[in-house]
């Protein structure tokens, strides 16, 4: 059974960065469309990066030019770095693997701006969050 755990959240303060890593178990990281989800409080779900099999990236406008997604085959992980923070960046953040390639999958890009149920249908596998804090 496909499992990702996140770790890497935290507090800081604005201004500074944070890194999350989200370790895949019995999938190999970069077979198909993994991302970085995350969900403020009382807010919707919303996409921040995505990172597609042949490496290609797409980040959400709100974190272009921030946060950077990669992955390392190597050891199986899916990183976000998440540079100069603000308090609006506060949330709980999840990674997401899509683990079987559906006949109507969508790009990956468009994960981005899938709702919540398209993003769940079409990305299996989801981790339990890392939660990350910014102060001013």
């Known amino acids: 059974q496909v499992h990702l755990v996140e770790s890497g959240g935290g507090s800081v303060q604005s201004g500074g960065s944070l890194r999350l890593s989200c370790a895949a178990s019995e999938y190999a990281v970069g077979t198909y469309c993994m991302g970085w989800f995350r969900q403020a409080p009382g807010k919707e779900r919303e996409g921040v990066a995505v990172?597609?099999?042949?490496?290609?990236?797409n980040y959400a406008d709100s974190v272009k030019g921030r946060f950077t997604i990669s992955q390392d085959n190597a050891k199986n992980t899916l990183y976000l770095q998440m540079n100069s923070l603000t308090p609006e960046d506060t949330a709980t953040y999840y990674c997401a693997a899509d683990v079987f390639l559906d006949s109507d999958q969508p790009p990956c890009a468009e994960m981005l701006v899938a709702t919540t149920d398209e993003a769940t249908k079409y990305l299996e596998v989801w981790g339990q969050g890392t939660l990350v804090t910014v102060s001013s």
């Open positions: 990172i597609d099999s042949d490496g290609s990236t």
